[in-house]
Nanobody, 129 residues
Framework: QVQLVESGGGLVQAGDSLRLSCATS??????????MGWFRQAPGKEREFVAL?????????TYADSVKDRFTISRDNAKETIYLQMNNLKLEDTDDYYC???????????????????WGQGTQVAVSS
């Protein structure tokens, strides 16, 4: 059974940093081959793509324009975990953040929610002024 478990969310002030983690388990193929990513969603809004990291070394990384230069996605294949380092947080970064696995078909091309086949339960990030 595939599991994605996020942690690291919390309440911070604008300008602060947070690091989210996503521990995975149950992948039938080696974790390292999968592209992984993060989405976020606020109540009443659509899910928004945040970042994606390719398999292997993770050198292939893509970010939403809204977080580029502030957020960094990374992975530790030995620990089967991905991370999202969030710096210079803004009020508009307040959302629930979800760890996702890209489907094997889309891989690093995945961007829309339907192109990811596994989702975590989410972790809440709240940024105050």
């Amino acid at each position: 059974q595939v599991q994605l478990v996020e942690s690291g969310g919390g309440l911070v002030q604008a300008g602060d940093s947070l690091r989210l983690s996503c521990a995975t388990s149950g992948f039938t193929s080696t974790f390292s081959v999968y592209a992984m990513g993060w989405f976020r969603q606020a109540p009443g809004k659509e899910r928004e793509f945040v970042a994606l990291i390719g398999g292997g070394s993770g050198s292939n990384r893509t970010y939403a324009d809204s977080v580029k230069d502030r957020f960094t996605i990374s992975r530790d294949n030995a620990k089967e975990t991905i991370y999202l380092q969030m710096n210079n947080l803004k009020l508009e970064d307040t959302d629930d953040y979800y760890c996702v696995r890209a489907s094997a078909y889309y891989g690093t091309r995945a961007r829309g929610p339907r192109e990811f086949d596994r989702w975590g339960q989410g972790t809440q990030v709240a940024v105050s002024s």
